[in-house]
């Protein structure tokens, strides 16, 4: 059975970092691309970052660029989001999910596995 889990949310003032994480089980890891998606309170899921199967490519949603970094780490079936200089439209329910493609990026339908999410709240 395929599970999801993350962890490493919070509550931060603007400016600070966190770093999220996902830890997968049941399926094989690194044969599956991942994402990282958001859900703020009466807006629609938004892509934030993804990675190929094999960690060599990486993308980022605009509103992230430049201060999110997405990783993954094979060998212990996790994937991470660091998340600097956070700001108050950060603020949102944070989503990884798996992807038997070895890319994905930002098409959500491709996604066939989600966590049931971290709070995220970014304060001024």
């Known amino acids: 059975q395929v599970h999801l889990v993350e962890s490493g949310g919070g509550l931060v003032q603007a400016g600070e970092s966190l770093r999220l994480s996902c830890a997968a089980s049941g399926y094989t890891f690194s044969s599956y691309s991942m994402g990282w998606f958001r859900q703020a309170p009466v807006k629609d899921c938004e892509y934030v970052a993804a990675i190929s199967c094999t960690g060599d490519t990486t993308a980022y949603a605009d509103s992230v660029k430049g201060r999110f970094n997405i990783s993954s780490d094979n060998a212990k079936n996790v994937v991470y989001l660091q998340m600097n200089n956070l700001n108050l439209e950060d603020t949102a329910v944070y989503h990884c999910?798996?992807?038997?493609?070895?890319?994905?990026?930002?098409?959500?339908?491709?996604?066939?596995?989600w966590g049931q999410g971290t709070q995220v709240t970014v304060s001024s």
């Open positions: 999910a798996a992807s038997p493609w070895e890319w994905s990026g930002r098409r959500e339908d491709e996604y066939d596995y």
